[in-house]
C-alpha cells in the first residue's frame, strides 16, 4: 500500500495573543491593522490554500487531531469492519491507497461514461439525471430535501437552480472572469483528452459545455436574489410536473429516487427551470452529451489517477483560486471523510477531544447573550409593542445546539471498502441520496445537525429555529477555558451573538418562531427595518476592496446585520458579566478588558487571502471580507471609542443601523 507517513510536524496551536497586534497603528485609523496586523504580517497565505485566517488555522489544528484518529483506525483494520472506527480507517486508507487508484484509471467512472455514449436521444439522456444526481454528479439542477419553510414540521422536495461548473453566473457573463474563462474551455478539453479522446473531438466537447453552461447562467438568478426566502418558495403539484416540466420528466426523477408520494415538490427558481425545461425542446443531442461526459469527469477528478487529479487542481485550485501547490493528500483524505461520513469521524473526535465541561461552559454563554438579546428586543425604540412581543416568543423558543448531536447516523448500510476510494465517495452519496429522498413527507427530525461536529463554523437554522455551534469551534482563539471573559466574550460570545442576531436579520425575521415562513411583523415596523437595513447595504457597498471590486452590500446584508449585532450583543453580555465579577475586571498586558474584547473580536477575523479568491467570495460569498467585518462592526459600538480614543475623539460614533 503507497501511503503517506506521519512527519511528526503539526502546526502551533492557534491563539489570541498581543503579539499578533501592531501597536504602532492608530487603533481609530486602522483598528484592523491594529489589533491583528502583526499575525498579518508572519502568516502569508501558506502555498496550498487560497486564504488563511484563524477559523482555517483553528481547522488545521483540527485535521492534526483528526488524522491521529483515522491513522488508528486504520491500523486497527478490518477487526472494527462494521464500527465508525471501521469506517473512517478505510475511508482513509482507500484515499491513501495511491498505488490502487494509480492501477483504476478511469474505471470508477466507465459505467457512467458507457451510459451517456449509448444514449441516443435527449429524453434517454435526461433519463440518467436521478442515476447520477444520486452518484454525486450534479447536472441541471440541484435537489434535497429538508424542512418545509412553510410548515416546518414536515420534509418537502427541492428542486434548486444549478448545473454550472464555475463558482458563479458572473463567472460566465462578467468581463472581469474573462481570464478565467478562456482558461476554463482548455481545461475541459485538457480533461477530456486523459479520458482518451482525441484532441479535435476535446475541444468540440469543451465548446458545447461551455455553451449550455453560459446558457444556463444567463437564465439563472442573481446571488443576492436568491436570499428571500419567500420569493425562492414555489410550490408545484406532483401532478402538474409532466404538463409543465415534460422534458425533464421530474415525476419520473422522483420515482427513480425513491421520493415517496407527495402532493407538490418545491421548485425555488420556477423561471429558471422553466427555462431550462424549454431549452431541451432545441437541444443538440451531441451537446448535451458533452456536457453529461464533463459533469461526470469534472465529479470524479478528485478521486482519481494522479493525470487527472494534477490537471483538475490545476484549473480549480491554482487559476482560479490562486493556491500555488495541492494540499497533502492526508488533509484532503480528513475533508473528505469528514464531509461523506462525518458524523462517524465526529462522534470519535468528540469522545477523545470535547469535555462536558466545555459544553457547560459554552451554554453559560449562551445564556448570558440570550439575556441581553430579549433585553435588547424588549427595549426596541423604533419597534412597536406587537411586534416586540413576538420577537421576544422567537428568541425563547430558540434551542442552543452545543458540541455534537444527540443521536449519531446509522451508517450500518454503507460498505466503506479501504481499497476502493471513489467507490466509497460514490457510495455515500448514494446513501445521503436515499436518506434525503425516503425521508420527504415525514417528521422532520430536529435532533439533526448540518454540519459535523469538528467543524469550525456555526450556523442559525431558521425552519427549526435553532443556533448550532459545533466542537470544532469551542477552542482558541475563540474560546479557552483559561483566558479572561474578554476574550471568550469578544471571540465565541460574539459569534454565538451573530448566530442568535440571524434570526431577527432580513432573511430569518421573516420566519416565526415554529420556523414557517410567516410575516409576524407589523407593516409599519417592516418599513421602519428596510429603512435601517438600506442603510447598512449602502456603507458596505461604498467599500471596494479591490479596484473594480465593490462589496456587494445586498448579498452580505444578512452577514453585515449579523456582525454588527454580534459584537454589540456580546460586548454588553461582558460588561454584565464584569459587573456580577468585579474582580475580573483588571488590566492584562497593559490593556483593558474593553480593550481585550474588541482586539479579541479583531483576531477571530484575522486574515491573509490571495487576491483570485478575495474576487471569487466578492462576488459569491454572503460575508464581507474580514477587514470589513471588523472595521464597520466595531466602528457601530460607541464603547469601541471610549475604549481607544483619545479625549477628544471618545464621542465620536458612526452608528449605521440602530437594530440593536
Known amino acids: 500500500m503507497d501511503v503517506e507517513e506521519h512527519t511528526g510536524k503539526e502546526n ?3 491563539a489570541f495573543s498581543i503579539e499578533y497586534m501592531m501597536p504602532s497603528v492608530s487603533p481609530i485609523e486602522d483598528f484592523y491593522t491594529y489589533a491583528a496586523g502583526g499575525w498579518i504580517r508572519t502568516h502569508p497565505v501558506p ?3 487560497a486564504s488563511y485566517n484563524a477559523f482555517e488555522e483553528l481547522t488545521d489544528w483540527n485535521l492534526n487531531l483528526l488524522r491521529k484518529i483515522a491513522e488508528r483506525c486504520r491500523r486497527k483494520g478490518a477487526a ?4 465508525y472506527a471501521g469506517l473512517v480507517g478505510n475511508f482513509y486508507a482507500s484515499v491513501m491507497n495511491k498505488r490502487r487508484i494509480e492501477e483504476l484509471k478511469f474505471s470508477p467512472i466507465e459505467d457512467m461514461w458507457e451510459r451517456v455514449r449509448m444514449a441516443s436521444s435527449i429524453e434517454e439522456l435526461i433519463g440518467l439525471v436521478p442515476q447520477f444526481h444520486s452518484a454525486g454528479v450534479p447536472v441541471f439542477f440541484n435537489s434535497y430535501s429538508d424542512a418545509d419553510q412553510k410548515d416546518s414540521m414536515t420534509y418537502a422536495f427541492y428542486i434548486d437552480q444549478g448545473g454550472l461548473t464555475l463558482p458563479d453566473r458572473d463567472y460566465y457573463l462578467s468581463e472581469a472572469f474573462s481570464n478565467v474563462r478562456d482558461a476554463y474551455v482548455p481545461h475541459v478539453a485538457d480533461m477530456f483528452m486523459l479520458k482518451g479522446v482525441d484532441k479535435e473531438a476535446a475541444k468540440k466537447h469543451a465548446s458545447n459545455v461551455m455553451s449550455i453552461e453560459t446558457a444556463l447562467a444567463k ?9 428571500d426566502p419567500e420569493k425562492n418558495y414555489t410550490r408545484i403539484d406532483v401532478s402538474d410536473l409532466d404538463k409543465r416540466y415534460g422534458r425533464l420528466a421530474l415525476r419520473r426523477y422522483l420515482s427513480e429516487l425513491h421520493v415517496p408520494e407527495v402532493k407538490f415538490i418545491v421548485v425555488s427558481q420556477p423561471e429558471v427551470i422553466d ?3 424549454n431549452q431541451l425542446d432545441t437541444a443538440d443531442v451531441e451537446a448535451l452529451r458533452s456536457y453529461m461526459y464533463w459533469n461526470v469527469l469534472h465529479a470524479y477528478a478528485p478521486l482519481l489517477h494522479r493525470e487527472v487529479d494534477k490537471e483538475n487542481f490545476n484549473f480549480f485550485g491554482r487559476i482560479l483560486m490562486g493556491q500555488q501547490k495541492q494540499r497533502a493528500r492526508w488533509k484532503r483524505a480528513i475533508s473528505i471523510i469528514d464531509s461523506e461520513i462525518g458524523e462517524a469521524l465526529g462522534k470519535l473526535y468528540v469522545d477523545k477531544y470535547f469535555t462536558e465541561d466545555a459544553k457547560r461552559k459554552a451554554l453559560e454563554l449562551v445564556d448570558d447573550i440570550i439575556s ?3 433585553g435588547r428586543l424588549q427595549n426596541m425604540a423604533w419597534m412597536s409593542d406587537s411586534t416586540k412581543k413576538k420577537a421576544v416568543e422567537k428568541l425563547d423558543k430558540i434551542v442552543p445546539k452545543i458540541g455534537y448531536p444527540e443521536k449519531f447516523r446509522d451508517y450500518s448500510s454503507l ?5 476502493d476510494f471513489a467507490g466509497n465517495a460514490r457510495r455515500s452519496a ?5 436518506r434525503q429522498a425516503m425521508r420527504v413527507g415525514g417528521a422532520v427530525d430536529r435532533t439533526e445537525w448540518d454540519m459535523t461536529p469538528p467543524t469550525v463554523n456555526a450556523y442559525y437554522a431558521p425552519t427549526e429555529n435553532q443556533i448550532v455551534f459545533p466542537a470544532g469551534i469551542f477552542q482558541p482563539p475563540f474560546f479557552s477555558a483559561g483566558m479572561d471573559y474578554a476574550v471568550n466574550y469578544g471571540g465565541i460570545g460574539a459569534v454565538i451573538g451573530h448566530e442568535i442576531t440571524h434570526g431577527f436579520d432580513d432573511e430569518g425575521r421573516k420566519y416565526d418562531s415554529d420556523g414557517n415562513i410567516n410575516n409576524w411583523w407589523t407593516k409599519e415596523d417592516e418599513e421602519r427595518f428596510k429603512e435601517k437595513a438600506d442603510t447598512i447595504v449602502k456603507e458596505y457597498s461604498k467599500q471596494e476592496p479591490l479596484p473594480g471590486f465593490h462589496i456587494n452590500g445586498e448579498l452580505t446584508l444578512g452577514e453585515n446585520i449579523a456582525d454588527m449585532g454580534g459584537i454589540s450583543i456580546a460586548f454588553e453580555a461582558l460588561q454584565r458579566r464584569l459587573a456580577k465579577d468585579p474582580t475580573a475586571e483588571k488590566v492584562i498586558d497593559g490593556l483593558t478588558q474593553k480593550q481585550r474584547f474588541f482586539i479579541a473580536y479583531a483576531q477571530a477575523w484575522r486574515q491573509s487571502i490571495r487576491e483570485e479568491d478575495l474576487k471569487r467570495r466578492l462576488t459569491t460569498d454572503p460575508h464581507s471580507p474580514a477587514k470589513y467585518r471588523v472595521l464597520i462592526p466595531v466602528a457601530n459600538v460607541g464603547a469601541f471609542y471610549t475604549a481607544f480614543a483619545s479625549e477628544g475623539d471618545k464621542n465620536r460614533s458612526r452608528r449605521l443601523l440602530g437594530i440593536w
Not at 219 to 227: G, T, V
Not at 415 to 419: A, G, Q
Open 12 to 14: 502551533a496551536a492557534p
Open 47 to 49: 502555498p496550498d490554500k
Open 80 to 83: 472494527q469492519q462494521n464500527s
Open 219 to 227: 437564465k439563472s438568478r442573481a446571488r443576492k436574489d436568491l436570499r
Open 275 to 277: 427555462a431550462l425545461n
Open 372 to 374: 441581553v438579546v430579549r
Open 415 to 419: 460498505k466503506i471498502s479501504p481499497d
Open 430 to 434: 448514494e446513501f445521503e441520496s436515499r
